[in-house]
């Protein structure tokens, strides 16, 4: 826009110059001086159409309105001058034809604006020729040079001197055109002081990495400074703000990479002049005030860059080469850009890769894989999904690490972050929910954790406890006392047991099974107050008849841990039924050891095992509609019977060595999460399932004991227990 307005000018100032020329020459050459007469046909009408032809109505082209104007004030000119010249003569015969001539032009280019489609392109080859000759025919130059140069022959030929002075004048107009250098000249040496000056320029532009990279060919030995903002300038694209990365290694030797992004337009106007860069672009450094690079993320977050996305990265995962791998690990958030979005990606893996140059020369460097978590919306306090991935060459920036402060909501948080990850306790129940790991590194507190939030819930828990441990970490919700003599209910029922003629009705565990129904009815109704009960299937001496009667007696086996699991988790379905169906949880049954109480086949103890898990699991089966589910922790995954795992829709996989281990969790968290599990530190898990509030899988490190309680009980009091009824 500034180039078009100077060249305006430049014809004005131009036209003005040539005007006072053109009547210093009339006025002191020419014999009758300005006086309107033949002698002065060459300037008015032809010096002064030209002129203003030329220079402002028509300095580029001339469209046929314009052609049929020109040829007809060529044509008056010529007319008025024919009353001079002799009728008959040869200068008669010489001026008619070009009179002739410019009736042509104007008529031919009122033909053409008549025939010519008004919009469209013209096809016909007659009307394109025609087109075309009043175009180059009818310009002022052409038409009115014909004129001047008839008005020399007819008019001045007999003065040598201004037939010389108006040649020239018409040579130094048209052809030499002095005024319009001098000025463009000058216009050239102004400008020559913006012109950018050797220090500010980086280097030149090697090669582009589109989108988003180039590489600089460096001038001088400095080095660059990470982060440094500078002026990628090429005249055949749009300018960019750069900001240097790092140095590479490429078969043109050390270049520097420089990040680029939009310009703003207040920093493209400082620089006014690029200098001569021989057909390349190059790289301007750039002096700043903090504000005007307020909007610009590469610059503003420059001490979080840490890599930029590069090649076979996809929907649901990220790979970028690092940059900067300070305070890089397994679990950290990075963010990256998608759309509009600001999406937050987890690392779960890294390698190391090399590619070839050239010849013998490398470039090594370091990948890492991150998995796509979704943009927090602060609004609901969760990730939401974001589809579609970043761009290649986009960059990545390390999420701040912040002191997590703890939510009661939260079951974790993403490592080093404030993002908390919530659970739906009454989800994590119906559909049933199972924690993974080896031992000695957080199960159980997280299991106590879970128990609670379903008790502070309304949800009644039976706990069948292998260890002991959950009297001793809940004791603000169970009675010792109540429990004892509950316990001894069952020791008594289970006690004894005689033989049958029916072999399926001879031992204890008929009764044992009656008691536990009787004691699960009472403690599962609405009217109890009472919200955990904790078994250990370990302490109950239960029989059953091992064989057939013979002279009044029979055999009788005990009955293993895995078969009172069993006969409990019946009995739960069973008093649940009776209840009614429920579209929430209504009762957890949690599976402490869960590898000694519902075993895999293949790991029984005694073969009654396989049908008493099968049991359980048809009762974990039938639960949900009614309100039941399970919470099912063990350090061995191989030896749980999968019939129920495979029901566990909410998954907290730590820390695990074992193969067949990681091999079931892949299919719930994906190879590249369970990659991960034998490194994970302690308090660490990663979750995925319909009760959590990430839709995929993540890392993530779980509360702490503590702080879990003082946090949770602040706004969940621990309500008494009722006292106990005198019997």
């Excluded at 030149?204 to 460096?218: D, E, K, T």
């Excluded at 890492?368 to 990545?396: C, E, H, S, Y």
């Excluded at 993002?419 to 739906?424: E, W």
């Excluded at 599976?591 to 073969?607: D, G, K, Q």
Aim: include cysteine; aromatic fraction near 8%.
């Amino acid at each position: 826009m500034e180039t078009a307005r100077k060249q305006t000018r430049h014809r004005v100032a131009s036209l003005l110059v040539y005007a006072l020329l053109l009547a210093a020459i009339q006025y002191c050459v020419v014999s009758t001086g300005l006086m309107p007469n033949e002698n002065a046909i060459w300037i008015y009408s032809g010096f002064a159409s030209l002129l203003f032809g030329s220079r402002l109505l028509n300095p580029h082209f001339t469209p046929p309105a314009d052609a049929a104007t020109n040829a007809f004030m060529a044509l008056a000119a010529l007319v008025a001058g024919s009353l001079v010249v002799t009728p008959g003569s040869g200068d008669a015969v010489l001026l008619w034809s070009v009179i002739a001539l410019c009736a042509t032009i104007c008529v031919v280019s009122v033909f053409v604006l008549l025939i010519r489609p008004p919009v469209g392109a013209e096809t016909r080859p007659y009307v394109r020729l025609a087109d075309r000759a009043v175009r180059g025919l009818g310009s002022p130059v052409v038409i009115f040079t014909i004129v001047i140069l008839l008005c020399v022959w007819l008019f001045h030929r007999t003065r040598a001197d201004e037939v010389a002075t108006i040649l020239s004048a018409w040579a130094v107009i048209v052809v030499l055109r002095p005024v319009e250098s001098v000025l463009g000249f000058v216009d050239w040496a102004s400008e020559q002081w913006g012109v950018v000056r050797a220090a500010q320029v980086i280097g030149a532009i090697a090669a582009y990495q589109s989108p988003g990279i180039v590489l600089v060919r460096q001038l001088g030995d400095n080095s660059v400074a990470r982060g440094t903002p500078m002026v990628v300038a090429d005249d055949n694209g749009p300018w960019m703000l750069g900001v240097a990365l790092n140095y590479v290694g490429r078969d043109e030797g050390n270049l520097l990479r420089v990040l680029t992004t939009r310009l703003p337009e207040v920093l493209k106007r400082r620089i006014s002049k690029l200098p001569e860069a021989r057909g390349t672009g190059i790289a301007l450094a750039l002096s700043t005030a903090p504000d005007e690079l307020a909007d610009v993320p590469a610059i503003q977050w420059i001490n979080r860059l840490c890599g930029v996305v590069v090649s076979d990265t996809n929907l649901d995962y990220i790979l970028f080469e690092v940059t900067e791998d300070r305070d890089l690990a397994e679990g950290r958030l990075v963010e990256a850009r998608i759309g509009d979005h600001h999406v937050i990606f987890q690392i779960i893996d890294g390698l190391t890769r090399e590619e070839i140059v050239q010849q013998k020369n490398t470039y090594g460097y370091a990948r890492a894989k991150a998995r796509k978590i979704g943009r927090w919306d602060t609004d609901v306090g969760k990730f939401v999904p974001v589809k579609w991935l970043p761009r290649i060459n986009a960059p990545v920036f390390l999420l701040d690490a912040h002191e997590h402060i703890f939510a009661p909501d939260s079951i974790g948080h993403f490592p080093n972050t404030g993002f908390g990850v919530s659970l739906n306790i009454s989800e994590a129940v119906t559909h049933n929910t199972a924690i993974l790991g080896i031992l000695g590194i957080g199960k159980s507190y997280l299991s106590n954790e879970l128990v609670e939030r379903m008790i502070a819930d309304g949800i009644k828990v039976i706990c069948l406890d292998l260890t002991n441990q959950y009297a001793q970490l809940l004791p603000e919700f169970i009675d010792p006392v109540f429990e004892d003599l509950r316990r001894q209910e069952l020791v008594v029922a289970g006690q004894g047991g005689a033989p049958h003629q029916n072999q399926e009705q001879g031992g204890s565990h008929l009764a044992f099974r009656a008691r536990v129904t009787e004691q699960l009815r009472d403690f599962v109704s609405p009217a109890e107050q009472r919200w955990l009960r904790i078994l250990n299937p370990a302490q109950f001496e239960v029989t059953r008849q091992a064989g057939g009667m013979f002279q009044g007696n029979a055999n009788m086996a005990t009955l293993t841990p895995a078969e009172i699991t069993a006969i409990i988790s019946d009995a739960a379905l069973t008093v649940c039924q009776e209840l009614g169906m429920i579209d929430r949880a209504r009762v957890c049954l949690v599976y402490e050891e869960a590898h000694s109480l519902v075993p895999e086949w293949n790991s029984v103890v005694a073969e009654g095992d396989k049908a008493a898990t099968a049991r359980s699991a048809r009762a974990i089966l039938q639960g949900r509609k009614y309100g039941l589910g399970c919470l099912l922790i063990t350090q061995r995954t191989a030896n749980v019977t999968k019939t129920i795992l495979n029901q566990c829709n909410t998954i907290f996989a730590m820390r695990t060595f074992d193969d067949t281990g990681k091999e079931f969790l892949s299919n719930y968290i994906g190879r590249d999460y369970a990659g991960v599990l034998p490194s994970l530190e302690a308090r660490h898990a990663v979750i995925f399932g319909k009760a959590s509030s990430c839709e995929n899988p993540v890392l993530v490190r779980l509360n702490d004991r503590q702080p879990f309680l003082d946090a949770f009980r602040a706004e969940h009091p621990i309500q008494p227990l009722p006292e106990l009824e005198e019997q």
